[in-house]
């Protein structure tokens, strides 16, 4: 996966964002068969040729609302400079929604650190996206000091886990709404948040299914209807635990009554690990992470799936359910300043909520170049 981050300073606070991106392939077993999907810079798109397309296209507006003045450094969608600490910044476009919410210092981005999907981000957390996780929608972010809380709405796509976008959208949209705290414990910085969400969309209801599963072929798309609603809540926290080593927490849950629309197939979700840099060995760029991540379903969703329903994701039902539960180990090598190199592991027991399956073992090599 390429990205070229082309953003520009407009007038006083005001940032245009412009990313096109090219990706390609199909991920490993067409990407089916594991909930917390192991690889997260594969997206499950019908043709693993690599294709071109716009990841983001949106305008930020800034406004500085005192505090002092703080550097800001450099980096993908952040351009260099001198800022209030206390600000209001509002995004309007194409963008990830993961852009402003979900935060979490060690664990956040699958081109850095943990791979997994449910690591990244909060796995019950069906949030807003097209198959390669972008939307539509309008952000607002209001940082003070030590807090910040955060409100946005963003368009579903039209279809589960497609790249089409549903623009009715007094039928189809997705409000979401976070708190998150920043502090210090004996000069060891932390943050919490707590995020609530709320999804509506032409979603399938798998109760519906389970009380006629004759009259809809046993199949949740059957059942698809405008009024549908998912909501939820997620919870991250990471802290750093002394010198180069840190740790992190993700827990999320969503009522699992209408079928998966956008991200993964997980109802409940817990997260938790630990990031050190290699300063032990004397290579202190160096990085290496463990962590595990153990998923659910709804007693709906696996009732659905034990009968002989289908999910996008995890694939054919009839299962014997069970928890699945996956670990990640990692280690990155940085090669030069703009080259890094890391071999992961992860095993997964139970894949696909199935105790007949498993486990299984999979190996990944990523090679990461920023300039």
Do not use: C
């Amino acid at each position: 996966m390429s990205t070229i981050y082309a953003d520009f300073r407009l007038w006083r606070g005001a940032e245009f964002l412009f990313n096109p991106e090219m990706s390609g392939g199909k991920g490993l077993s067409r990407t089916l068969g594991v909930a917390a999907f192991p690889s997260g810079i594969v997206y499950r798109v019908g043709d693993p040729a690599p294709a071109v397309y716009l990841a983001r296209l949106a305008l930020r507006q800034t406004f500085g609302l005192g505090g002092g003045k703080v550097a800001n450094d450099r980096g993908p969608n952040e351009l260099a400079g001198t800022r209030d600490r206390d600000q209001l910044t509002i995004t309007l476009g194409r963008l990830s929604v993961t852009d402003v919410f979900d935060g979490n210092h060690f664990a956040h981005d699958p081109t850095e650190r943990f791979f997994n999907w449910a690591m990244f981000a909060s796995g019950a957390w069906d949030y807003p996206a097209d198959t390669r996780g972008y939307t539509w929608g309008v952000l607002a972010d209001l940082a003070f000091d030590w807090w910040s809380a955060r409100v946005g709405i963003a368009l579903e796509p039209k279809f589960a886990n497609e790249l089409q976008i549903d623009w009715n959208v007094r039928k189809a949209h997705a409000f979401m709404g976070e708190y998150e705290a920043r502090y210090s414990v004996r000069g060891l910085r932390g943050a919490a948040s707590a995020l609530v969400f709320l999804n509506e969309a032409r979603m399938g209801s798998y109760q519906q299914v389970l009380d006629g599963p004759d009259a809809y072929g046993n199949d949740v798309a059957a059942t698809r209807s405008y009024g549908r609603r998912k909501y939820g809540f997620a919870v991250s926290v990471d802290q750093q635990i002394g010198h180069g080593l840190g740790s992190f927490l993700r827990m999320s849950a969503n009522d699992g009554a209408t079928e998966t629309w956008a991200f993964t197939e997980i109802d409940r979700s817990i997260a938790f690990g630990l990031v050190g840099d290699g300063g032990l060995w004397h290579r202190v760029r160096d990085e290496a992470g463990a962590a595990m991540v153990i998923s659910g379903l709804s007693a709906a969703h696996h009732r659905y799936l034990a009968g002989g329903g289908y999910g996008f994701i995890i694939g054919d039902g009839a299962l014997n359910y069970a928890p699945e539960v996956l670990g990640e180990i990692y280690y990155r090598l940085q090669i030069v300043e703009y080259i890094s190199a890391a071999a992961i592991y992860q095993p997964i027991v139970n894949p696909a909520y199935n105790h007949d399956r498993g486990p299984v073992h999979v190996f990944s090599a990523r090679v990461h170049i920023a300039f």
